[in-house]
């Protein structure tokens, strides 16, 4: 398998609460989207929203489960002070704040936002990962 | 906010066992790695592995959740052939099958199978969005 994630895809409660958050960070849209689903292009990877119920009905799955949804979405930015930055962006635009900016043990500085359905995005400076001139991660091989 | 995921991090019960399923499937984790986390570079965002307490205690929330975690990710690939290709490899490689590849409503053909923690990964080829020359989608703007 090629080691590439091509979408990540949010199960969500209310699709237009969500569109309008994402837009409200200031993503757009493809053209691609339509009425039931929203796709936005995030780097290599595609981002889509998608009702719960019909993401689990889509594998066959129970649409059933509630607290914590055990993984995290983080976005890398270059300074700490972009950190509350961007998460009074997120908040402004229907987030909620989750942990406000602060030092990570591991020696960086990150907080926490949710979207409108708690799902988790993390803020993060971490000067052991440099950004490319994309802004994107680029790991260590 | 930029239209940008740096990291998508999953919280796994048991993490030696999330990294051996990963590296069956022949990915190659970063020799940014730590004992305590996986990375994998997977296009422009990091993929993570992480334990799922440590997860939650790093945004200061419940790991408390239980059933459907409320996302899957996907990997698109060129041919319908592909998908059972690939599912079985996951399946091979320590993962559960949950759908076989079949056609899908909307005109593509998709299967799933779950990696050791349930989370769901979609196979699919959709012969709306093209692929690039990596491999990745690219959704019409």
Known sequence: MKQAIS???LGVADLERSRRFYRALGWQES???ETTVAFFQAGS??????????LAEDARVS???SGFPRFTLAHNVATEAEVDTLIRE?????????LAGEQAP???FRGYFADPDG???EVCFNPF???DERGFVQLPT
Do not use: K, M, Q, Y
């Open 7 to 9: 979408f990540i895809t």
């Open 31 to 33: 053209s691609g989207s």
């Open 45 to 54: 990877v595609a981002f889509a929203l998608f009702g719960r119920d019909a």
């Open 63 to 65: 649409p059933n489960g």
């Open 90 to 98: 997120a908040v402004a635009a229907g987030g909620s704040l989750v």
């Open 106 to 108: 591991w020696g960086g």
């Open 119 to 121: 799902f988790l995005w």
């Open 129 to 131: 990962f440099s950004l």
